[in-house]
């Protein structure tokens, strides 16, 4: 039996992982949960899973967390040192990463540290601190398995073949709800038009960057990283139906490729079950069904944040940890409707022209630079 630990448990991975786990009980237990927004939702996740140890936004929530599960009650703690804790605690032999954005670097580098095997759903890791993760993930000698769809049908396109033969990796797009929307309509698009994905069901903030394409543009960065390949080996392209998850092209031509339903129960399960497989509860893929699967190139120029994202990853140092920040603080100011749709990349674009990089050598360093583009970004938004 595997012992899971899962960081985010209240958003789309985390109940899609608990799903999965609900699926094999005499496979994989709960040891450990964190979560920032729904309290009551952790509450019954407890009951349910009876986790040893758990995390939660702050101090009141915590307080509010006892409340409600009365004398039986795990170790409760709060707070980005709370689910760093709940990531290092000892009694997991792996760790979900699935807390939204920049949050989830401090728990995930906990967790390497404390030698925990890692199942990514928080790509925010890789895009701020790729190297410093890296470095950590094989001095620490633990195995970091992708969740993101895209990323985990790349990893098993690329079984059992050689690094050499690979011409390169390409990442399929959904195209978001805005694909054929005309450029000068953007400006005026509202959230509620945005987070109506034509695919996939996920949280607000992954939503809008499908919208903007800055999703697929961090994917880039997080598959440099998990694949060792350079900006230039890595394609794009728009797959509305989102069938087929991503794409390994060799050099003699051939390209592999996964295909499945659009739900995240299938690389979850893959990542949590590795190197064996295990039920998802996903519906089976029928192809006579879908009939009819098509590829388009990304706009760039209509979508300029996929563009700043490979811009970001050339560029190197600090710069994605920048495009990351500015995106975050952009996203929520559009959520808030203090900006609009068009001015998320403007901003993101403004920040990254501010910024003067620097070689960081250490974790303190990658979040200075994730604060200063907050600041940043955050005065631009006013």
Not at 3 to 18: A, D, E, H, R, W
Not at 68 to 93: T, Y
Not at 327 to 334: P, S, T
Request: glycine residues 8%; negative net charge.
């Amino acid at each position: 039996m595997k012992s899971l630990s899962i960081l985010g448990s209240t958003g789309s991975i985390g109940l899609s992982t608990l799903d999965v786990v609900r699926q094999h009980p005499e496979r994989f237990n709960v040891t450990g949960l964190a979560e920032g927004h729904d309290v009551n939702l952790l509450a019954e996740q407890i009951r349910e899973f009876k986790p040893g140890i758990v995390s939660v936004r702050d101090e009141k929530s915590a307080g509010q967390l006892r409340e409600l599960l009365g004398p039986e009650q795990p170790e409760i703690h709060w707070g980005i040192e709370g689910a760093a804790i709940v990531a290092s605690a000892e009694g997991s032999e792996m760790v979900v990463s699935a807390i939204v954005g920049a949050a989830g670097l401090v728990p995930t580098v906990s967790a390497i540290k404390a030698g925990k095997d890692i199942a990514l759903a928080n790509k925010e890791t890789l895009v701020v601190a790729g190297q410093l993760v890296s470095d950590l993930v094989k001095q620490h000698r633990v195995t970091l398995l992708p969740v993101d769809s895209e990323h985990s049908a790349i990893f098993q396109s690329l079984t059992g073949h050689r690094p050499e033969d690979i011409e390169r990796i390409i990442l399929t797009a959904s195209g978001g709800p805005f694909r054929k929307t005309p450029a000068e309509e953007l400006q005026h698009v509202g959230p509620e038009k945005a987070l109506k994905h034509p695919q996939w069901s996920m949280g607000a903030k992954i939503t809008i960057d499908s919208a903007t394409l800055m999703n697929k543009g961090l994917e880039v960065i997080e598959a440099h990283w998990l694949f060792n390949m350079p900006a230039e080996k890595i394609g794009v392209v728009v797959h509305p139906q989102s069938i087929i998850h991503s794409m390994v092209e060799y050099i003699d031509g051939c390209v592999m490729a996964q295909l499945g339903a659009p739900d995240m129960r299938a690389p979850i399960a893959y990542a949590i079950a590795w190197p064996e497989r295990c039920e998802s509860g996903i519906k089976k893929l029928d192809l006579t069904q879908i009939g009819t699967l098509t590829f388009e190139e990304p706009d760039m120029e209509r979508f300029p944040a996929l563009r700043l994202a490979f811009e970001a990853l050339e560029a190197g140092r600090t710069f994605p940890a920048v495009l990351n920040a500015a995106n975050e603080i952009a996203v929520a100011a559009f959520l808030d409707k203090k900006i609009s749709f068009a001015d998320i990349p403007a901003i993101v674009d403004r920040t990254m022209q501010a910024h003067e990089s620097f070689a960081p050598s250490s974790l303190d360093e990658y979040l200075a630079a994730d604060r200063w583009a907050r600041d940043t970004a955050g005065e631009m938004t006013k």
